[in-house]
């Protein structure tokens, strides 16, 4: 069983369009994320949810809505879409702070976003 | 404010050889957990090591070993008996542990390539 999954793998879409990646994990966590991976390869964090609630939001522009309808599911749903959104989304989950050994977090395989 | 430098953009080692990929980082938190990451080709992101601030000891898993300095901010992974399939983009991260705070922040990587 995945532990993080995430779809769709591959997303290929028009400027203007709007899309939704959706990510679900099984793991029991409390805390699930979005991660942007752009073409250096570099991983910023976007959002982040804990038990349903929006704990951090990372100046990302308002196209761009996170929804959490229950703590195994967190979605990204982005409106209008830019080329400048073309990157890989990541989903991660992890325990809540102070619960666990090591605080890791498990990414999902990621989602290639290409906005032509 | 948080933050994990990698300085090495790219690394090569000859199989059978260790190599050491450098990690500092800048924290006011009083207590965070150091982590790096690997990210293959395929793209996904694989958990290696972690390492807390309070731990004496430096982490250890398999071929792979965190060298921990605190006073110097620096959390190096070491990789021994390198093998082909450790080519890969590593990531060092750091995560604090505060409510409001509770995000993974990554390094810029470094790229691997291991020779035969």
């Known amino acids: 069983d995945t532990a993080v999954s995430q779809t769709p793998k591959y997303l290929v879409t028009q400027m203007g369009n709007d899309k939704s990646i959706k990510c679900e994990q099984n793991l029991g966590h409390d805390t699930m994320y979005w991660y942007k991976q752009d073409s250096k390869k570099f991983l910023k964090i976007m959002f982040s949810?804990?038990?349903?609630?929006?704990?951090i939001n990372e100046t990302v522009p308002n196209r761009f809505s996170p929804k959490s309808p229950d703590k195994a599911h967190l979605n990204l749903h982005i409106n209008s879409l830019e080329l400048g959104d073309s990157a890989v989304y990541f989903c991660?989950?992890?325990?809540?702070f102070g619960t666990g050994d090591s605080y890791g977090y498990t990414f999902g395989s990621g989602t290639r976003l290409t906005v032509v | 404010a948080q933050k994990i430098t990698q300085t090495q953009p790219g690394m090569f080692v000859q199989e059978k050889e260790a190599v050491t990929l450098d990690c500092t980082y800048d924290?006011?938190?009083?207590?965070?957990?150091l982590f790096w990451y690997k990210q293959p080709s395929s793209g996904e992101m694989i958990f290696l090591i972690y390492?807390?601030?309070?731990?004496?000891q430096n982490a250890t898993e398999g071929r792979y070993s965190l060298n921990f300095q605190k006073a110097r901010k620096s959390a190096n992974l070491v990789i021994s008996a390198s093998q082909l399939g450790d080519s890969a983009m590593y990531f060092c991260?750091?995560?604090?542990?505060?409510?409001?705070?509770?995000?993974?922040?990554f390094g810029t990587g470094t790229r691997l390539q291991v020779f035969p």
């Open positions: 991660a989950s992890s325990p809540s």
């Open positions: 991260a750091m995560r604090g542990i505060s409510y409001n705070t509770d995000k993974l922040i």
């Open positions: 949810y804990n038990n349903k609630e929006l704990i």
């Open positions: 924290t006011s938190d009083p207590s965070y957990g």
């Open positions: 390492q807390g601030s309070y731990d004496q």
